[in-house]
């Protein structure tokens, strides 16, 4: 059993976490495109989302565009 | 602009709101201008005068300016003075009440230099609360030299803005550098001078394009340098020795300098309009009463002036030799209180 | 001839900005936005919902004809801000930013010192920033100071409507700018807008008014008339109100004698 922290709240996943930050993306069906990701507080650009390796434990934060004054 | 608009409407400085003020046609308006005038400055400045006192330290002087009586060919006398004689003209100052000086010299750099300056201010800021310069450019390390020892403000006037002009009355000496002089209240302000004074040399060239490049060079202060406060001084070519008057064609009258004043102050309602012995007392009085908010008194050009007997050369004849105490008088009788000292070093020891 | 209004080099024929925020739903902002006529709107950046993933608030701006302006709404200090920017910044390769730091829930009232630090960072990274800030016309040119590429003065607190409540403030940080100014948080109705451009004010942004409006749609018509109508009045110049002169003897008389 594996968990990663995203968007402050515990995902359990059975056996381990996705691999990369794309698989996760893929995994909770959210578009890449629109999307902004931290890992571990690093901003990482959308073309490394494909070799950004994640482990147990990691915190993730994705974060897109609202409206907004 | 329409000339209605220009004088009530409180919309700052533009240059064409100023050219409508200064026009010959706004002259009918002169006794509107003048009441709206009186207004802001009771609003802004309320009913009180600046007095200060100028200490000229030395008469020697480099430059060749045709309309001075210190230029270089001058034959006259000339004399500085130590620091310790220094000293005895601002306790002088300082009995009569003054608590605002201005330092004048020519442009002596081999002994009115900056360890000289900077040793006299720190002398004089017991005494004092407000120190200006009136001397020759600077470089902005020398200006944060005289910040550090007590100087505040300054007054430098760019003579004429316009360039060929200059080059005519300026041919020779360090004082031919147009642009070094016209940087120098940059200089000033960036090393943190509080008070910039501006003016031109009224005579050498047409009044009113001066008036325009003027308050276009005060604007830019203004805009730039947002913590310094910016005031007009209005130097009239007088008599003096040695000052050939053919030279100068662009001489005005007291109609056309009263315009003048009273545009700037509706453009600027919170710069400060300074007003030097340089004017007879009967304009001075008349203005004070308008729009005036800081005037020189009992000033002597020369100097030595207030210690010494016997005259050394004057700048410029006085015009209005009445006593620091006949002027406060005056405007006493006029409702005004003259102010003597407005501003403490203390504060930001 | 009309003067542009140029912001960091970039020419806007429009001086109405649009916020996207309280919308009832994304469609009703699109049509909002184009009934505008605006060319720059404000976005935020919040987590993405996991549970509901697919709701994408930007597909519904056309990014071809709008340019983002993301902004820092919800950072209370300026460490957050920077964060936010950062993120902003890579997610769209734009470096503009509202800069809005408010640590207080209730009012949304910006801090000015969290404001001028945050700003200080941001512009030595190359952002483009336009600080929210209040009616503060020292801060305001310390912004300026230190290279903000606009003010953003509010006119009363977000989503209150109030109008110009800071009026007199406003007039004194448009006398001293050397950056354009833009009026922006409680413009309730379109004669605020107005009433904004006729005092010189360079461009507003408008959010709440329009988003809550009935028809949200036609109100931001108004607003983009009412936008152009106080701007013309300003360059039209109005006539002036004359005082009473004081009825006292002529201060000129001297000069006949």
Known sequence: MAVLKINGEDKIFENAVPSTLKALLELLKVDEATVVAEVNGQIIPRNSFYNTILKDGHKIELIRFVGGG | ?349 | MKDKLIIAGKEFSSRLFIGTGKYSSNKIMAQSIEASGTEMVTVALRRVDIQNPQDNMLAAIDRQKYLLLPNTSGARNADEAVRLARLARAATEINWLKLEVTPDPYYLLPDPIETLKAAEILVKEGFVVLPYINADPVLAKKLQDIGTATVMPLASPIGSNQGLKTKSAIEIIISQATVPVVVDAGIGMPSHAAEAMEMGADAVLVNTAIATANDPIKMAQAFKKAVQAGKEAFEAGSAGIKNQADASSPLTGFLRD
């Open chain 2, 1 to 349: 602009m329409n000339i209605q608009k220009a004088i009530y409407n409180d919309s700052g400085y533009s240059p064409e709101r100023l050219e409508t003020l200064l026009a010959a046609d706004a002259q009918k308006h002169l006794e509107q201008m003048a009441q709206k005038a009186r207004q802001i400055t009771r609003q802004r400045f309320g009913n009180t005068i600046q007095l200060y006192a100028p200490i000229y330290v030395s008469n020697f002087c480099v430059n060749h300016c045709p309309y001075c009586a210190f230029n270089c060919k001058s034959k006259l006398p000339r004399t500085r003075l130590t620091i310790e004689q220094a000293c005895k003209e601002a306790d002088i100052l300082a009995s009569e009440g003054f608590r605002h000086i201005l330092l004048v010299s020519g442009e002596d750099k081999k002994f009115i230099n900056i360890p000289y300056l900077a040793e006299l201010t720190q002398k004089l800021r017991e005494k004092f609360s407000s120190i200006s310069i009136e001397i020759y450019p600077l470089s902005k390390e020398e200006y944060e030299i005289l910040f550090a020892a007590g100087i505040d403000g300054i007054a430098i006037y760019q003579e004429t803005y316009d360039r060929t002009d200059y080059a005519k009355f300026h041919k020779t000496g360090p004082k031919s550098d147009y642009d070094w002089r016209l940087d120098t209240l940059s200089r000033a302000a960036q090393a943190g001078f509080r008070s910039l004074g501006l003016g031109f040399l009224i005579g050498l060239s047409d009044w009113r394009t001066q008036t325009l490049a003027l308050t276009e060079h005060a604007n830019m202060l203004m805009k730039k340098y947002w913590q310094a406060k910016v005031s007009f001084s209005f130097p009239r070519m007088r008599p003096a020795e040695n000052v050939d008057k053919e030279l100068f064609k662009h001489m005005i009258s007291d109609t056309e300098l009263v315009q003048m004043m009273l545009s700037l102050r509706l453009c600027f309602p919170d710069s400060e309009i300074v007003m030097s012995t340089r004017e007879l007392s009967g304009f001075r009085d008349n203005m004070a009463k308008i729009c005036v908010t800081r005037m020189s008194a009992g000033s002597k050009t020369n100097p030595g002036g207030y210690t010494v007997e016997e005259a050394s050369l004057e700048q410029f004849e006085v015009a209005d030799d009445r006593t620091p105490a006949q002027v406060s008088s005056m405007l006493k009788s006029n409702g005004l209180e003259a102010v003597w000292k407005d501003w403490d070093k203390a504060f930001i020891k």
